[in-house]
T-cell receptor
């Protein structure tokens, strides 16, 4: 069965902390994505990666960075967490460059206090 | 700029009634189109997709969608809604330019009246 696993379902962090959100897929997919989901705004693309060590900015990259050192793992980093980064974060992967179904993790609900 | 618009934030239908959820996109490149569903507390699941060919595509759970290039639309339909269809529905697009970004609309929450 296809699986995208996010390391935490819930996280609470303090303002100014460096936060790491981890995502692992077991499908040998080339593409991986990070989104944040907020009510009324849908899913907004933060960063995506189509190969190891490759990354491209999405629509809202400010305040975030990513790392993809291995094909199966895509990490989202909040360099200095702020309260406006409180959100649900979703990781996804797909086989082709967006041409096939994207599989999603269960999400990480991050609260920054 | 690339954008996906779902104009209806909420839609309420009675069980057994028909349903149409709207999706429009803007950008010049060839789009590949998707509809996903997110049930309460669940992850996103693909309902259907359109890449090329017949503009009316069938998906899971009795859903279908029609691609209309002239209207830049990809509306989702179901002839008879079941209570279990209550969920949030997202339209998504990948544009076949160099970016290959997967962009989602803001979602439509479907409520089903008994």
């Amino acid at each position: 069965d296809v699986k995208v696993t996010q390391s935490s379902r819930y996280l609470v962090k303090r303002t100014g902390e460096k936060v790491f959100l981890e995502c692992v897929q077991d499908m040998d997919h080339e593409n991986m994505f990070w989104y944040r989901q907020d009510p009324g705004l849908g899913l907004r693309l933060i960063y995506f990666s189509y190969d190891v060590k490759m990354k491209e900015k999405g629509d809202i990259p400010e305040g975030y960075s990513v790392s993809r050192e291995k094909k199966e793992r895509f990490s989202l980093i909040l360099e200095s967490a702020s309260t406006n980064q409180t959100s649900m974060y979703l990781c996804a992967s797909s086989l082709d460059r967006g041409l096939t179904e994207a599989f999603f993790g269960q999400g990480t609900r991050l609260t920054v206090v | 700029a690339q954008s996906v618009t779902q104009p209806d934030i909420h839609i309420t239908v009675s069980e057994g009634a028909s349903l149409e959820l709207r999706c429009n996109y803007s950008y010049g490149a060839t789009p590949y189109l998707f509809w996903y569903v997110q049930s309460p507390g669940q992850g996103l699941q693909l309902l259907l997709k359109y890449f090329s060919g017949d503009t009316l595509v069938q998906g899971i759970k009795g859903f279908e969608a029609e691609f209309k290039r002239s209207q830049s639309s990809f509306n989702l339909r179901k002839p008879s809604v079941h209570w279990s269809d209550a969920a949030e529905y997202f339209c998504a697009v990948v544009w076949m330019d160099s970016s290959y970004k997967l962009i989602f609309g803001s979602g439509t929450r479907l409520l089903v009246r008994p």
